[in-house]
């Protein structure tokens, strides 16, 4: 698996998953209905943020990662990232190799800490990748989140020192 810049020209391989996530509503605060050109406005980041690929040996796109610093100004030295893994891919160590990639970019890039703001809490295989990766629950905002099966469920707010 190679990890690169992801460009405009890998986001009609990016979108089909993308859309089916995003459209399921069970993990991102992104509105379901989310068109292709907001979508592809919202997840490929202008430098210093970053947006990567995961593909394979054929060049086939398995997922993607936004990677940017989590706010401005006094608070720009806190890293924060979003993965997709594309369904057909997933249990092949996409999302693992794309988390692990942001925290050595944010680290490269002189960030101190990585904070995740919502982290849906129903997403089990989520939390439990981040917390192998050192993450931990700050803190869990209850009912943040409405859930199209779960009805409303916490928003974890996640963090690690870089």
């Known amino acids: 698996m190679l990890i690169r810049e992801a460009t405009a020209r890998d986001w009609p391989a990016i979108w089909p998953f993308f859309h089916e996530i995003v459209a399921a509503g069970e993990t991102f605060t992104y509105p379901p209905d989310l068109g292709p050109e907001q979508g592809r406005d919202w997840w490929l ?79 089990a295989h989520a939390v439990r990748l981040y917390r192998s990766l050192g993450f931990e629950v700050l803190g869990t905002l209850p009912e943040g989140f409405r859930h199209p099966t779960e009805g409303y469920v916490g928003l974890h707010i996640m963090h690690r020192a870089l």
């Open 45 to 123: 980041l202008a430098p210093p943020n970053r947006t990567v690929v995961a593909v394979d040996e054929a060049g086939t796109v398995l997922g993607t990662a936004k990677m940017n610093n989590n706010h401005m100004g006094n608070g720009a030295h806190i890293a924060s990232a979003s993965y997709m893994v594309d369904p057909a891919h997933s249990g092949r160590g996409v999302g693992r190799a794309l988390c692990q990639y942001s925290l050595d970019w944010a680290r490269a890039a002189g960030f101190r800490r990585m904070q995740f703001n919502a982290v849906v809490e129903t997403n």
